[in-house]
């Protein structure tokens, strides 16, 4: 990645002035700062692993001090608090490039716009949803009643090893965050639940059956993803791209599309969603999200009716880049019309080649990373880039807003399935703590602990989601709004082909799977397939670093709890047994 970062600067510095100052300035700044951000994040991951150890150390030996108000274990639920707070920014800046990332690599929304509507609908699905899945935290992994067998000291067991599974959880998962790496935080968990049985039960009282859907989801997971992701990606190519007008096959298409994308959105609310919203049997959801689709078609061809569309309307297609890399108008708009009216212009090869894979998108109207496939059509909108290939606005545009709607309908699942994974553990922390508590049954969850989950969540996002963003937008492969559709749609159809199957997939898995099933695609048709490798190889070894990582982590912090509480007076006055 350094090598065809340094190839990149090297050719761009020596491209004309004018194409220098505007439209490659942005993907320069982008690649400069690739190449000083791992420094930065090492050191950031120190103080964080620093300050990690430090804090809890220092409530544990000023536990004495704390208000007896907060419990009969108040350092407990300080803790639990501070866990479950780690927990929460960290899976919410990781998982929200699974809904908005590749809008924004596409251009579909910039990384603000991104980031904010990210995280107001991952805020709504918490807080609307979330308590109806964060009750049981145990996932079948471990059983309360083997903890709760042996009285009080086993209920504080209990709650010594959730609070070590939000240190696992929160460790990992943040870690991975801070590289710009997606990782399943759920996995995170089930690690740490695993190290936690067998550590103080041993391996006889694990479940099977959720370790090895954990196992087949690890390996299914991008497999599934690539393949659909792929398949969807052909067809629109054949059915838009590789067509005499992209542009007409594109709006003829759009209300198939429409269809199909809000069939899809409404079934993983009603089929894959929180079991609240889930519909049985499994045919009448599948119905009603058809009927769903249906409607919404229906909704696009009467609006076309009232108001028929502009073949030369001008473009909506947005601008993304970060703030700081925006350029002044009047700076890129003559080195674009030049390009426009010179269209062999090229850079070199090893620009095109190496560089493109990790930019984004840098016209005020499309993306300099798109790869459309033919000539421009009568009356089509386009825009000659450096390197000679011509960018069909008009027929990207119509998958813009269907982007949109995906990333919103993934973000408020997301928000309402993944809440359990913080606040799950400090109910049961909650449970312990108070005096009659029984760790068998499902924690009930106060309203200011789902606001502590769901506010985690959108803090998470805004201070640190934009790193895995950029990595699933721009990093991995080129993406346009058509390509990130199949990606989108590829991911939400393997999560529920696998729900219907019973099997327990990965979100992000299938993610990055369909991101590179598309790069395969194009490679295998003798196209521009572009795959970054070293991300590719990074984000695999992230994923098999999760569950031992964790279960790792959580065996220590439970190791270094334990010995605090061998003469706890809260079960000695309980009269609780050994």
Same mark, same amino acid.
Request: hydrophobic share 50%; charged share 15%; proline share 6%.
């Given at each position: ?10 050719? *761009? ?231 005499? *007008? ?333």
């Amino acid at each position: 990645m350094l090598i065809s970062a340094c190839r990149f600067v090297f050719n *761009d510095f020596r491209a004309a002035p004018a194409v220098r100052a505007s439209a490659f300035q942005p993907r320069t700044r982008i690649l400069l700062r690739t190449m000083e951000e791992p420094k930065k994040t090492h050191h950031t991951a120190g103080a964080l692993l620093l300050g990690g150890t430090l804090v809890p150390m220092m409530v544990m030996l000023e536990r004495h001090r704390l208000p007896e108000q907060l419990g009969r274990r108040p350092e407990l639920l300080v803790l639990g608090i501070l866990g479950c707070s780690v927990v929460a920014m960290a899976n919410g800046a990781n998982d929200i490039a699974n809904s908005v990332g590749t809008s924004f690599g596409a251009g579909a929304l910039t990384l603000r716009q991104a980031i904010g509507l990210g995280a107001a609908a991952e805020f709504s699905g918490a807080m609307a949803l979330g308590s109806f899945v964060a009750k049981t935290i145990s996932k079948g992994v471990i059983e309360p009643a083997s903890f709760a067998a042996d009285g009080c000291h086993g209920d504080l067991d209990w709650g010594l090893g959730m609070l070590s599974v939000l240190a696992g959880t929160g460790s990992t998962t943040l870690l991975a965050t801070l590289y710009g790496l997606p990782i399943s935080a759920t996995h995170g968990v089930v690690g740490g639940l695993v190290a936690l049985g067998t550590y103080t039960h041993g391996v006889a009282s694990l479940g099977r059956a959720p370790l090895y859907a954990t196992v087949v989801a690890w390996v299914a997971s991008p497999l599934v993803g690539a393949v659909v992701g792929a398949f969807l990606h052909l067809l629109v190519r054949v059915a838009v791209h590789e067509t005499s *007008d992209p542009a007409a096959a594109a709006h003829k298409l759009q209300p198939l599309l429409v269809a199909l994308t809000t069939a899809v959105a409404a079934a993983v609310l009603i089929v894959a969603g929180p079991a609240v919203l889930r519909l049985e049997p499994m045919p009448l959801a599948l119905a009603a999200s058809g009927g769903v689709g249906v409607l919404a078609a229906l909704g696009v061809l009467v609006m076309r009716r009232l108001r028929p569309p502009s073949r030369t309307s001008p473009s909506t297609f947005p601008h993304v880049r970060h703030e700081d890399e925006r350029v002044e108008d009047e700076a890129e708009k003559a080195p674009l019309e030049a390009a426009a009216r010179a269209p062999q212009a090229s850079l070199s090869t090893a620009d095109g080649e190496e560089g493109a894979s990790l930019c984004c998108p840098t016209s005020s109207k499309l993306s300099t990373t798109s790869m459309p496939i033919g000539a421009p059509a009568p009356g089509s909108e386009a825009v000659a880039v450096a390197d000679g290939r011509v960018i069909h606005t008009s027929e990207e545009r119509p998958f813009v807003p269907l982007l949109v709607l995906s990333a919103l309908t993934v973000s408020f699942a997301h928000g309402a399935n993944d809440l359990g994974n913080s606040i799950g553990p400090l109910a049961a922390i909650l449970v312990v703590e108070r005096a009659g508590g029984d760790i068998t049954q499902p924690a009930s969850i106060p309203l200011w602990l789902l606001a502590l989950g769901s506010c985690g969540f959108v803090v998470g996002i805004v201070l640190l989601g934009a790193r895995t963003i950029v990595t699933v937008g721009g990093k991995i492969t080129k993406l346009t709004p058509s390509r990130s559709f199949a990606v989108q749609l590829g991911t939400a159809v393997a999560v529920l082909s696998s729900t219907v199957l019973g099997l327990a997939v990965s979100t992000s898995h299938c993610l990055v799977g369909a991101i590179v099933g598309i790069g395969l695609c194009d490679r295998l048709r003798g196209g521009d397939g572009e795959l970054n490798g070293s991300i590719i190889l990074k984000i695999v070894l992230g994923w098999a670093a999760t569950i031992p990582l964790a279960m790792i982590i959580t065996v220590l912090a439970y190791m270094a709890l334990l010995p605090s509480y061998a003469h706890d007076p809260v079960c000695a006055a309980d009269g609780g047994n050994m």
